[in-house]
């Protein structure tokens, strides 16, 4: 299990925060399992360092000082002009006889009949929500679509949990679906015309004449 070293935060304003950043720390909270909330703060390259060896939903040794806990990641959030910026992070304190609800990345597999066939796959869900206990948290969940035709699809029903965990999702959720080829839409060229001069060049000669005879 990964350890991940955290200090004590006792300043709390703005200013504190972003001088917390500057020094390459993210500012943090643990709380959950009727233990106190404890603002933290988390060294930046530690801590990605440390989500790379567990993954998005793995159980953390959490240690602040003398005090250690059992924590997951529950939420955070980035700056949005840097993708791997983390400016705040939330960990739970995990209790290990209580299921949670967890969101886990969805990975499509194999080679689809349909799209061999001209299909398209198209994948609706990358995330599912499901309940499970702590220590059965998968990495991702496989979803095969090697036997996937065109216009059919996989719905959350079809899915096999071994028992492990459960969907907080319908069961006729569709995760991913086969589309049929795409066909250019024929341009009707419209009726043809009979063969002989436009009406209107007809009546320009009809004039010309009327003309002439006047």
Do not use: W
Not at 36 to 51: H, L
Not at 137 to 142: A, G, L, R, S, T
């Amino acid at each position: 299990m990964s350890v991940l070293h955290a200090n004590e935060r006792t300043e709390f304003k703005g200013s504190s925060k972003t001088k917390i950043r500057e020094e390459g720390l993210i500012p943090a909270v643990v709380y959950g399992n009727d233990t106190e909330n404890k603002s933290i703060a988390v060294d930046s390259k530690e801590f990605i360092k440390t989500i790379r060896e567990t993954g998005r939903n793995g159980i953390i040794s959490l240690e602040i000082g003398s005090d250690k806990r059992k924590v997951m990641l529950y939420d955070y959030q980035i700056n949005p002009l840097k993708s791997l910026e983390f400016v705040h992070l939330d960990f739970h304190v995990v209790d290990f006889k209580s299921e949670i609800d967890v969101d886990v990345t969805v990975h499509v597999t194999g080679d689809a009949k349909g799209v061999k066939d001209g299909g398209v796959l198209q994948q609706v869900l990358h995330e599912v929500s499901i309940k499970v206990l702590p220590n059965n948290v998968p990495e991702y969940i496989d979803v095969d679509v090697t036997e996937l035709d065109v216009n059919e699809n996989i719905t959350i029903g079809d899915l096999n949990t071994s028992g492990k965990y459960s969907f907080n999702h319908e069961d006729d959720e569709v995760v991913a679906s086969i589309l049929p080829p795409r066909q250019e839409e024929e341009i009707d060229p419209g009726e043809e015309q009979e063969p002989g001069e436009p009406e209107l060049v007809e009546g320009r000669e009809n004039n010309k004449s009327t003309e002439e005879e006047a």
